[in-house]
């Protein structure tokens, strides 16, 4: 848009200034606004450009181009790709925002990027834990099957089994869980059942290492 200074005489002279896209669009507002007064334009100098818009012109436009995209139909693409501008559109015009679709989706998008990093970051410090922890159980045991009578060592192999048929319970109910809630695969309920049947998993690997290493010892002597 931008300003038009409109200089007239007449039945009064003076001066006005008008808002509009284009020199013609200025001369035809000054003259409705005046319509009925005996007024002569004397000229029309291009005062200032890029001037915002008033709300009741893009009251206007929006109007204009709400009509014409309806008038394709609501299966047009046009009609799809405007979907929800014209409401953020009122909304601005009304309420001095600036918000777009567009806007709305690139703070989405990083928001989940930034989600994204920070996910990775955590599953590489579990993984970095989980190896840790592992190192550790392996060391203990072998500290302890080094130093364990032999009933200390029938003690530790009775509780090692104790603490594989536990987790493969654990395992067995995890997956019973992923069957009962199959039929919903986006489901907090499902995706719970499917991260504890992996944890249940890997301890049940882990166990059974610990038992193979125990009954090794108990072979070997």
């Known amino acids: 848009m931008n300003d038009y200074r409109i200089t007239y005489t007449g039945e009064s002279e003076g001066y006005q200034t008008i808002t509009e896209r284009s020199e013609a669009a200025a ?3 000054f003259l409705s606004t005046h319509k009925g007064i005996k007024l002569d334009i004397i000229s029309i100098e291009l005062y200032h450009e890029n001037t915002c818009a008033t709300k009741q012109q893009e009251r206007e ?4 181009i709400r009509k014409m995209v309806e008038e394709l139909g609501p299966q047009s693409y046009l009609a799809t790709a405007f979907e929800g501008c014209f409401e953020d559109a009122e909304s601005n015009i009304e309420n001095d925002f600036s918000d777009s679709m567009k806007a709305r989706w690139l703070h989405a998008d ?3 990027n930034a989600a994204n990093g920070t996910i990775e970051e955590l599953k590489a410090q579990k993984r970095s834990m989980q190896e840790t922890i592992d190192r550790l159980q392996r060391e203990r045991d072998e500290a302890e099957a080094r130093q364990a009578t032999d009933t200390d060592l029938a003690h530790l192999i009775r509780l090692a089994e104790k603490d594989l048929v536990e987790a493969e319970q654990r ?6 869980d992923i069957v009962t809630y199959a039929d919903n695969p986006t489901s907090e309920e499902f995706r719970r059942a499917v991260a504890t049947h992996r944890n249940a998993t890997s301890s049940v690997e882990a166990k059974k ?3 193979g290493r125990l009954n090794s010892i108990r072979n070997a002597g």
């Open 171 to 176: 395992r067995e109910a995890a997956a019973q």
């Open 110 to 112: 990083a928001q989940l």
């Open 209 to 211: 290492e610990r038992m």
């Open 27 to 29: 001369k035809k507002s």
């Open 61 to 64: 436009v929006l109007a204009a």
